[in-house]
């Protein structure tokens, strides 16, 4: 009778405040929004250019690039997907999270086309970037967007890109920025490292990383593509752009691809530490401006895999740290206790994963993929607590391939990810273990003391404990009516109850001395809390 209720009270906030309450009202949880679940290969429905319809669509895709406005908008550019050949998209679509429609606002609805990229440094609402996935994309502080580079099949063309746009969304205007336009690639005019110049520019390059700091400036890393030499494969040259000078500087890394990392000691930064070629990895920015990178495929001395390394870059100082994860190419990952954090845990190897950073400032993580002896797609969530230096498996599988949960989006890379003004992650399409292109969009809200208390004591949670350390029988006090579990250092089940707000008595009974974690999850949050029994 409560999931009935509550059901029917979810159905009641729909219908009065909005689309947008679905996943709001649904914290820690995943929310089909649009589409259909596991429907795969889906055509684009583009209706009327500029036109909202519940019918509209952007389609199976994987790889798009992603904005979020200042009205709080999902902006969707390309992506690409397979149909017996591969198609590369040029459309740019607009979903509203209020209306629940998306509105496919410029561009082309045919594929793999070249564009029309007018002249150079000249605002048009005829012009528009080629068809593109693998490119990179960013808001700045006038609310314009922008996007940078990408891979395109055009005929008997293969073209990594490296020319950058700028959509005014007021006026729907694109601008060619800079960079080259048609097809063929282009490869690096690095300059003198440290000095940019109106003729530095990043080689044509997909499946990069970008970063925009908290100044306005971009930074950007790494993919495929061209290095200084012509030479095509992984780069591990580190970028920085300037909008209002235009100008690109060639900031850290190398100009020539095939070059391994340099790890160095765990947690020490240092000068000659450098991440190394990579391709297809994952990305954060923190409050305090450090630029993050995890995994993707990299070459490690002669030999490429995927990676599970965490990197750390100080803008300031101008140095890397290897934060996390293996020097060694594809590593299991160290899953522990689900929705505990601990700092042996670590995502496994893989490459083309979501991410999201919340309202504290951590990173999320989602999916990916990588190949054994087959192909293996994930579905398991995870956060890294920047402050703590901890992961933690949050949701999801264990195993690589998992069966389809209608609850829980299905296994997937590269798909399109975006965090809204309001915090909440979303989803959209990718594909799935089969290679094949999914269309359904999800959201999802992280609870905003999810995991925050690591230690045995914390002034900062509502959820406390005393005496801590105890005998095995002590005082919890919840906030709200929760679920208690409570878990051994082995991760095992000790106990669970449901228990009332206020001050509540718990015996562990004859449970050993030891540090033990309680799990406390409420209608709204989620808490954790380490304790010793002597």
Known sequence: MKKIITLFKSLLLILAIGFSSLVNAQVNTWTLVNGTDAVTNVKPVYGTKGQAAASNTPGSRSEPITWVDADNNLWLFGGYAVNGTSLHFCDLWKYSITSNMWTWVSGDSTTNQLGN?????????????????????????QGNLWLFGGFNTTGSYYTYLNDLWKYTISSNE????????????????????????????????????????????IWLFGGYGLDAKGSTGRQNDLWQYNPVNNIWT?????????????????????????????????????????LWLLGGFCILRTTGGYCNDLWKYNIAANEWTWMSGSDSTFQNGIYGTQGIPDSANTPGAREYAMSWTDSNGDFWLYGGYNYGTSANVWNDLWKYSVATSEWTWVGGSNISNPASVSSTPDA????????????????YGGSNNNGKMLADLWGYTPPANLLAVTGPTSSTSSLTIAPNPNNGQFTVTLPQASQITIYNSLGKLVVTKNLQAGQQQLNLGNQPAGMYSIVVTGEQEQQAVKFIVE
């Open 412 to 427: 997937r890379n590269d798909a399109g990810s975006w965090t809204d003004n309001n915090g909440v992650f979303w989803l």
């Open 250 to 290: 060639w900031v850290g890394g190398d100009s020539v691809e095939l070059v391994p990392p340099s790890y160095g000691t765990l947690y020490k930064p240092s000068l000659t530490n450098k991440p190394g070629d990579r391709t297809t990895n994952t990305g954060w920015i923190d409050k305090s401006g450090n």
């Open 174 to 217: 694109w601008t060619w920025v800079s960079g080259d336009s048609g097809y063929g690639s282009s490869h690096g005019l690095h300059g003198v490292k440290g000095v940019g110049s109106a003729t530095t520019i990043p080689g044509g390059r997909s499946d990069f990383i970008a970063w925009a700091d908290q100044s306005g400036l």
């Open 117 to 141: 990229y007018g002249t150079k440094g000249a605002t048009s609402d005829t012009t528009f970037p080629q068809s593109r996935d693998g490119g990179e994309g960013w808001r700045d502080n």
